[in-house]
């Protein structure tokens, strides 16, 4: 391995994170929910279409205890068709400023790789946490953005845009691979001047089945970074394929690797099934593993 499996006790990491004036604590793990504002999501892809059912998702992620609402107004599942920054400002300005007002206290969580979007929103609503599945690779304003807005940013690995990402990744060393490339990501950040910064291996963007159990089994190697931890496993083809089943039966596998990545260090578990995620925590920390 590229680091010990006990580095956990050899690194501290931050454990809080400035959003909205208010200092998040992730001393222990919390939960992102999923909210897709898309027609075309590879598990929800149209559930959330309407204002009523866009709150309804927000106060169910708010009410089992997610910590974030991470809304996302394009799918970048493998595949995916680019949109243009109006049909995704289209899909996110309604949502985004409604879930606002009917949950002023809820830390939002913005999926988008583009500067503009980011702009455009945070005039419309104030401040969240950048989600940008690029880590700056799509959109050379976004670091600038960023700092500019002062505001909370997810790095990212991605191999490939959402179209072609998938067509036979390889690495030499997915984990030194990736750790060698979030290192340099952020060194830029901090030349920027921005602090608050999250990770995120991105498991299925631009891997195997293969590279994402192998991510999965040396999690605890990012530990380096000193900086959160979050993992996006739920319901994603390693479990589907691995098990031979569709997205809507994995959620037990969800829970299963999700438990794992908890065991080897994550900070945030990115779900659609907020309530499960939650109950992995609690048993988690019932049996005193060492995050």
């Known amino acids: 391995m590229l680091f010990a499996q006990n580095n956990k006790a050899f690194y501290k990491k931050k454990p809080t994170i400035a959003l909205n004036g208010e200092l998040?604590?992730?001393?222990?793990?919390?939960?992102?929910?999923?909210?897709?504002?898309?027609?075309?999501?590879?598990?929800?892809?149209?559930?959330?279409?309407?204002?009523?059912?866009?709150?309804?998702?927000?106060?169910?992620?708010?009410?089992?205890?997610?910590?974030?609402?991470?809304?996302?107004?394009?799918?970048?599942?493998?595949?995916?068709?680019?949109?243009?920054?109006?049909?995704?400002?289209?899909?996110?300005?309604?949502?985004?400023?409604?879930?606002?007002?009917?949950?002023?206290n809820a830390a939002l969580s913005i999926d988008t790789?583009?500067?503009?979007v980011v702009s455009v929103l945070h005039a419309e609503?104030?401040?969240?946490?950048?989600?940008?599945?690029?880590?700056?690779?799509?959109?050379?304003?976004?670091?600038?953005?960023?700092?500019?807005?002062?505001?909370?940013?997810?790095l990212m690995h991605s191999k490939g845009k959402s179209v072609d990402m998938q067509d036979k990744p390889q690495y030499k060393d997915v984990v030194k691979e990736i750790i060698l490339y979030l290192s340099h990501q952020i060194q830029k950040l901090k030349q920027?001047?921005?602090?608050?910064?999250?990770?995120?291996p991105g498991f299925g963007f631009g891997k195997t089945t293969e590279h994402n159990f192998e991510l999965l089994n040396r999690l605890d190697s990012f530990a380096i970074f000193e900086l959160p931890i979050v993992v996006g496993l739920s319901r994603k083809s390693m479990i589907c394929k691995s098990l031979n089943i569709d997205p809507s039966e994995s959620l037990n596998?969800?829970?299963v690797l999700n438990t794992i990545a908890l065991s080897n260090g994550c900070d945030i578990l990115r779900v659609h099934d907020v309530k499960e995620a939650i109950e992995a925590i609690r048993l988690i920390e019932k049996t005193k593993i060492q995050l």
Not at 34 to 56: E, H, K
Not at 125 to 154: E, H, K
């Open 24 to 104: 998040i604590d992730l001393g222990s793990p919390v939960v992102m929910g999923v909210l897709n504002c898309t027609p075309d999501s590879f598990y929800d892809g149209g559930a959330y279409s309407s204002d009523n059912a866009i709150l309804t998702r927000a106060g169910q992620i708010i009410e089992q205890g997610g910590r974030f609402v991470d809304i996302g107004g394009m799918s970048t599942r493998p595949g995916a068709i680019e949109v243009s920054v109006e049909e995704e400002l289209n899909r996110l300005i309604p949502a985004v400023t409604k879930i606002r007002k009917e949950f002023p």
């Open 113 to 116: 790789y583009r500067a503009e």
């Open 125 to 154: 609503v104030g401040d969240f946490l950048v989600n940008d599945i690029s880590g700056g690779q799509f959109d050379d304003q976004m670091f600038l953005t960023v700092a500019a807005l002062n505001v909370p940013y997810l």
């Open 192 to 200: 920027f001047g921005i602090s608050d910064i999250l990770i995120d």
């Open 253 to 255: 596998g969800t829970t």
